[in-house]
């Protein structure tokens, strides 16, 4: 059973700092890209970071790129989203995904978390 845990969400100040993690399992994690979408209220869905699977090659969004971070560990199943210098605007639930390529197309994507809420706060 393919499971997609999130954790690390939370209520932060404007220029604060958040860690992400999401924990798979049920599948073989190190051979699948892993992405990081989040929807704000009324939004559509939207791409934020992706990591090949050897963790090689990172793709992000302009609106997060300088600020955000993503990694990976493959002994742990795990994928992180380092997120500093937040904004209002980042204010959203956020879900981890996981793909057989690396793509900023969640239509693309296989597996879903059920999302962690980050709040970001003035």
């Known amino acids: 059973q393919v499971q997609l845990v999130e954790s690390g969400g939370g209520l932060v100040q404007a220029g604060g700092s958040l860690r992400l993690s999401c924990a798979a399992s049920g599948f073989t994690f190190r051979t699948y890209t892993m992405g990081w979408f989040r929807q704000a209220p009324g939004k559509e869905r939207e791409f934020v970071a992706a990591v090949s699977w050897t963790g090689g090659r990172t793709l992000y969004a302009d609106s997060v790129k300088g600020r955000f971070s993503i990694s990976r560990d493959n002994a742990k199943n795990t994928v992180y989203l380092q997120m500093n210098s937040l904004k209002l605007e980042d204010t959203a639930v956020y879900y981890c995904?996981?793909?057989?390529?690396?793509?900023?197309?969640?239509?693309?994507?296989?597996?879903w978390g059920l999302g962690t809420q980050v709040t970001v706060s003035s």
């Open positions: 995904a996981a793909d057989r390529a690396i793509s900023l197309r969640k239509e693309m994507y296989d597996y």
